[in-house]
């Protein structure tokens, strides 16, 4: 199966600062690249998303870059606030083949964001 | 509204007795899948279903059952619990089979003692 890693597992930031999440793969041929977002007590949900098609994707302060080369994706919040604090997930995703539907996460990372 | 529903919220029971957790959605999405999360582990999956009365295992399957009668429902069975399953569940679905985003129900905490 596909062993995901995020790094790191966790990171405070002032108010203002940009933040970065990595996440490293091991399937080659995984195609679609999620980033999930956790408040505490709540459910996570999808903040966005890319596919191996694209190298990097944007929306407002939240980006995502892909080097499928290196198998590795990245979150980037930049001008963070208190409201970005929550804990983030990846679970890249390959279609096809014999693990076809079956997901793994990445461990989290619980961002902080200081005032 | 589109979502996800996973009764009950919170759960608290005995070893070995039998309990059903159900996930409901009225999206018509294919695919359905159980997660559940503990400190320190992320999300592991525990069974997924691509469509009606096809279910195949996830990470963490011992211990658990599925089944998938109707599209919009799969309920998670905990036919002898044990404490190492004090957990939170999540169900999740989507419209496609993958390259597509998942959206979570609100989570069952499942005490077990």
């Known amino acids: 199966g596909e062993n995901v890693e995020q790094h790191p597992s966790t990171l405070s930031v002032q108010e203002g600062d940009s933040a970065v999440i990595k996440c490293t793969y091991s399937d080659s041929a995984s195609n679609y690249f999620p980033w999930y977002k956790q408040e505490l007590g709540k459910r996570p949900q999808l903040i966005i998303d890319?596919?191996?098609?694209?190298g990097e994707k944007k929306d407002q302060r939240i980006a995502v870059t892909l080097n499928k080369t290196a198998k590795h994706f990245s979150l980037h919040i930049t001008e963070t606030q208190p409201e970005d604090s929550a804990v983030y997930f990846c679970a890249p995703e390959t279609g096809g083949g014999t693990s076809y539907g079956k997901l793994t996460f990445g461990q989290g990372t619980i961002l902080t964001v200081h005032p | 509204e589109a979502q996800v529903t996973q009764n009950p919220r919170y759960l608290i029971t005995v070893t070995g007795k039998k309990l059903t957790v159900t996930c409901s959605q009225n999206m018509n999405h294919e695919y359905m899948s159980w997660y559940r999360q503990d400190p320190g582990l992320g999300l592991r999956q525990i069974y997924y279903?691509?469509?009606?009365?096809?279910?195949d295992k996830g990470d963490v399957p011992e211990g658990y059952k599925v089944s998938r009668k109707e599209k919009r429902n799969f309920p998670l069975i905990l036919e002898s619990p044990s404490p190492n399953q004090t957990s939170l569940y999540f169900c999740a679905s989507r419209p496609g089979s993958y390259n597509s985003p998942l959206h979570f129900g609100n989570g069952t905490r499942l005490t077990v003692t």
């Open positions: 279903s691509m469509n009606v009365e096809v279910t």
């Open positions: 890319i596919r191996s098609n694209v």
